[in-house]
């Protein structure tokens, strides 16, 4: 069974930078696609960037491109979130998640989530 873990969500002033990482574990990493997600309170879960199996694939929100970059170890079966120039909008619990091969944007075509992780930008 693929569990995903997820660790680095915190409290950061306007203008941060932070970093946020999803371990997967029980699954072929090298097989899967990871997008990360975002979750604001109130609002629907909507995508924020992903990554295929490979790197070789990179996909961003309009919201994202420019401040934030997806990236993968496989070596460490991790997916990353670098996040700069983060802005009190960009609140919410950030969620990675995996499916096979190719990365897309709709969340109901991923196939394993993790637990969620608050990153809180004051202004």
């Known amino acids: 069974q693929v569990q995903l873990v997820q660790s680095g969500g915190r409290l950061v002033q306007a203008g941060d930078s932070l970093r946020i990482s999803c371990a997967c574990s029980g699954g072929a990493f090298e097989n899967y696609a990871m997008g990360w997600f975002r979750q604001a309170a109130g609002k629907e879960r909507e995508f924020v960037a992903g990554i295929d199996w490979s790197g070789g694939d990179t996909r961003y929100a309009d919201s994202a491109k420019g401040r934030f970059t997806i990236s993968r170890d496989n070596t460490k079966n991790t997916v990353y979130l670098q996040m700069s120039s983060l802005k009190p909008d960009d609140t919410a619990v950030y969620f990675c998640?995996?499916?096979?091969?190719?990365?897309?944007?709709?969340?109901?075509?991923?196939?394993?989530w993790g637990q969620g992780t608050q990153v809180t930008v004051s202004s």
């Open positions: 998640a995996a499916r096979q091969i190719t990365v897309v944007s709709p969340a109901n075509l991923y196939e394993y």
